[in-house]
């Protein structure tokens, strides 16, 4: 990944960076669906690479159980709410699409504080550490993907898409 971004960039801003750039978003969506991927965490752990940070497991586990609670009760079930809708309704009700657009400002609103939560703990907790950015962000995706289930060939097709 080259550093197109100032490196003191916050983690909203890089992560609605690198998620807009083509086939990322499609790729973390599939990774969530496929293999519960929590798509903010894995935002953190490229951006905490992209910084200069490695990931320990410790610190990765203290994320997970800081933003488990937050997630479980907010964020999956406005997901779950608004995808629910778009099975349920028509799609082209400009009704139903309105009240949809709400309720997913509402999540990007929830996701956002998620991500608060993410770059206010790891600044606090972690200094920045040797190694190149592309080896720090490999290491930080496989350290959180790895027991998930996700292939390397998944991870190394999102390394590719950053690059």
């Known amino acids: 990944m080259h550093p197109s971004l100032p490196i003191d960039i916050g983690l909203w ?37 992209y910084r200069g940070i490695r990931l320990e497991p410790v610190q990765l586990a203290q ?8 997630d479980q009760h907010y964020v999956l079930p406005l997901r779950q709410l608004r995808r629910r809708m778009k099975v349920e309704f028509d799609v082209t009700d400009a009704s139903i699409e309105a ?15 998620l991500q608060q939560i993410l770059e206010t703990q790891i600044s606090i907790s972690v200094a920045r550490t040797q190694g190149t950015v592309d080896a720090l962000i490999a290491g930080n995706l496989w350290l959180y993907l790895q027991p998930l289930g996700v292939s390397k060939a998944s991870v190394e097709e999102l390394l590719v898409l950053l690059d």
């Open 99 to 113: 009240v949809r657009t709400q309720i997913k400002q509402a999540e990007l609103l929830a996701e956002k504080y």
């Open 63 to 70: 994320a997970l159980r800081m933003t488990h609670s937050w």
């Open 13 to 49: 801003d890089f992560s609605v960076h690198y998620y807009a750039r083509p086939g990322v978003s499609p790729l973390c969506l599939r990774l969530q669906d496929e293999h519960g991927v929590n798509v903010n965490v894995l935002l953190w752990a490229l951006w905490l690479g």
